[in-house]
């Protein structure tokens, strides 16, 4: 039977369908066998506090034991001891049951029996009893946290969606660090969203002068990036947002041995390495820390949330000290440091100038006076062409930090702050350190002095004991920031000759670069987070880097970038005509990128091989990201007759390592018309010193 339907009719349901608003997928998947596991976060953020734990199992979530209750000012050390005997009772209960005597059993024993499926077996009680975990609750952080999270949650928001990332993202510092932007932890990873410094030099400037994990702003465009270029490479948000703790290379296994990218599948049955209970639930607290958020009332009551920040935003094209710009925003030091804290001790003890480029911000409540005002008000005589520069003193056997600052007429504090260092009791024979510029001494009695790169007539004048005006007047110098490097200054009227010409200012020399001192800060014991942050797994150079350097079973590795077979056999201790012979390789014959290649163990095993192998890859990339950072992506859609390489080397100017990240499973060989590569788009990294090797260099 046909159904007739009038022209009106159907154009009106149309227009109605078209009005009808589609809605969109969420994209984060909950599946449902994981929804006991997410109940057990919720509990943790909005149902017991800090001084409050669940004893649980750590593989199935909703057999929780006990709530253990914690004395409020309880120690860290008293805090074990609670957790550890209570694991201990549990222990011995599971390891009775597991014997099998289930009719003899007194009134605990039965609660915790029936915890369990009735037909729970023996060795599965037995595994149960290494299982017990002990989870502290989150719930009065996460008040802290939620209110916290007003003041920079517009900002973030609006870098998710700058990346393309979905906004229920800005959830994510929940579970990371209690939107608690002086978190830190074991591993190092500091910051509102916990980035490592390895994997957050990707996108921000980390150094001993700067280090922006530490600024919510700044931080939130970095991980809104890391998050998309997860998704790029996952192409599934669940495994996104899992490898942000497990990383991308860690969660690429995980689908190859398990062939499937369900997240419910890989909690359950993957067992990595290095797939823990952090990486194994880091998915599951994010949907929760999220529920939790959306219904804050529902568990909180009202929560008055941190107004968002509204900032006078200032960025100068010189460097300049702290003080001068404090003055001229018109605000004291103390505040400006609290809202750029980015900023390292060095800068706020005067041994090093703001960086040129910086974003300074400071709230417009405090600032009466637009950023081009502020900029008009620092002084010529406080605008700096170049950072002071870094001196270094290279630590002799017997040494001590104090005597080291003695030496150089400066602090133990500022040894500590400049070389980040964890001790001031803890430095060794041959290490290197920075020494402020200022704390390098003029001999006592001194009659002429050698000016050095990054002085200054003020500092002279202090480290020799003449004033200012002297100096000026022995020397006739007409500006007291008219000197230059390597021009001889008198500072005793005896040696004083007839006054010549005035002298033309020259442009100070550089310093000389030197490595960095890659020094983990200690964590904030009173801020751990939800999850634990991971250090990069032993076989893999950071968490954002997608290859795998893994060597399976049948002794076979797949060939990376910036590797070759004098590579390999250098970490193997053996020619590289084993390695050819092995192979069947002929002596014309390149190693691929992507391809397998059999190595021999005989001489190196394989987790020393890996070992250097790592070594080699985390230099070449620190070594990269300590002089550039990634700002965006290009897709390009390769034309006839265009060369990959030269599309590389020549066109977008990254290393070929960096293009295989972004596109790991691009067969280099195959590359034809028509493709599409995603090429990441990079910047350098102004310094004080710059590093003048050419990409070629360290690609």
Do not use: C
């Not at 605990?108 to 599965?124: F, T």
């Not at 497990?246 to 990218?261: F, I, P, S, W, Y």
């Not at 041959?430 to 402020?436: E, H, I, M, N």
């Not at 070929?656 to 499973?665: A, C, H, K, T």
């Amino acid at each position: 039977m046909k159904i007739a339907i009038y022209k009106p009719v159907f154009l009106l349901l149309i227009a109605t369908f078209l009005a009808t608003p589609v809605m969109a997928k969420d994209p984060f998947e909950r599946p449902a066998e994981l929804e006991t596991d997410i109940s057990f976060w919720r509990r943790v953020f909005a149902e017991i506090d800090s001084n409050q734990a669940f004893l649980h199992d750590s593989r199935h979530l909703d057999i929780v034991y006990e709530t253990v209750h914690i004395p409020e000012n309880a120690t860290p050390t008293r805090r074990r001891r609670i957790a550890d005997l209570a694991r201990a009772r549990y222990r011995k209960a599971l390891n009775k049951l597991a014997k099998g005597d289930r009719n003899n059993l007194n009134g605990e024993e039965k609660r915790i029996l029936l915890l369990w499926p009735a037909d729970i077996s023996n060795k599965e009680l037995k595994q149960a009893a290494k299982r017990i975990r002990f989870q502290q609750g989150l719930a009065d952080r996460f008040v802290e946290g939620l209110k916290r999270s007003g003041a920079w949650k517009p900002h973030i928001k609006e870098q998710l969606r700058k990346a393309k990332v979905p906004v229920g993202l800005a959830a994510l510092p929940h579970v990371e660090s209690s939107f608690n932007p002086d978190a830190r932890s074991h591993v190092g990873a500091a910051g509102l969203w916990q980035f490592t410094r390895g994997t957050g030099r990707r996108f921000m400037e980390i150094d001993h002068v700067v280090d922006e994990r530490r600024d919510p702003f700044l931080s939130s465009a970095a991980a809104a990036e890391l998050i998309a270029y997860n998704y790029s490479i996952l192409e599934s948000w669940p495994l996104a947002i899992t490898a942000y703790n497990h990383g991308v290379a860690g969660m690429r296994r995980a689908v190859r041995k398990l062939k499937t990218e369900d997240i419910a599948v890989i909690n359950r049955e993957y067992n990595g390495r290095t797939f823990g209970f952090a990486s194994r639930n880091f998915y599951l607290a994010f949907l929760a820390a999220l529920e939790v958020e959306q219904n804050a009332s529902q568990y909180f009551g009202d929560v008055v949330q941190d107004t968002p920040r509204a900032d006078l935003l200032v960025t100068t094209k010189d460097y300049v000290p702290a003080e001068a710009m404090a003055a001229a925003m018109g605000v004291s030091t103390k505040k400006l440091r609290r809202y750029n804290p980015a900023l390292l001790e060095p800068v706020w003890e005067g041994t090093k100038h703001i960086p040129q480029g910086f974003p300074l911000r400071i709230p417009q409540s405090l600032a009466d006076m637009t950023a081009g005002e502020v900029l008009a008000a620092i002084p010529v005589s406080q605008r700096f062409a170049m950072q002071t520069p870094d001196m270094h003193h290279k630590v002799r056997s017997g040494e001590s930090l104090s005597v080291i600052a003695t030496r150089y007429n400066t602090s133990i504090s500022q040894l500590v702050a400049l070389n980040g260092l964890k001790s001031r009791h803890r430095i060794r024979a041959g290490q290197t350190l920075r020494l402020p510029f200022a704390g390098v001494s003029i001999s006592e009695g001194a009659e002429t002095y050698k000016v050095r790169n990054g002085d200054s007539i003020s500092k002279i004048a202090s480290r020799s004991g003449v004033s200012e005006s002297s100096l000026m007047r022995l020397n006739n110098l007409a500006n007291k920031n008219r000197i230059y490097v390597g021009q001889v200054l008198y500072l005793r009227a005896t040696e004083v000759p007839t006054p010549a010409a005035k002298q033309a200012i020259n442009k100070p020399e550089k310093s000389i670069p030197t490595p960095e001192l890659a020094v983990a800060k200690s964590r904030h014991e009173n801020q751990p987070p939800a999850v634990a942050v991971p250090s990069p797994a032993p076989f893999e150079v950071s968490l954002a880097d997608p290859n795998d350097y893994s060597v399976a079973a049948d002794n076979t590795i797949e060939i990376q970038p910036a590797e070759t077979l004098g590579h390999y056999a250098d970490w193997l201790d053996i020619s590289t005509q084993q390695l050819r012979n092995l192979n069947g390789m002929s002596r014309s014959k390149p190693v691929v990128v992507g391809r397998r290649i059999k190595l021999d163990f005989g001489q190196t095993g394989s987790a020393e091989f890996t070992k250097r192998r790592i070594t080699h890859h985390r230099t070449l990339q620190e070594a990269f990201f300590a002089n550039y950072r990634v700002t965006a992506t290009t897709e390009h859609k390769v034309e006839r007759g265009e060369s990959l390489w030269l599309l590389t080397l020549k066109r977008y100017k990254v290393p070929v390592w960096l293009l295989r990240q972004y596109n790991p499973d691009l067969n280099f060989g195959q590359v034809r018309p028509g493709m599409r590569i995603v090429f990441p788009r990079i910047e350098r990294v102004e310094k004080e010193a710059k590093d003048r090797r050419s990409l070629a260099d360290i690609s």
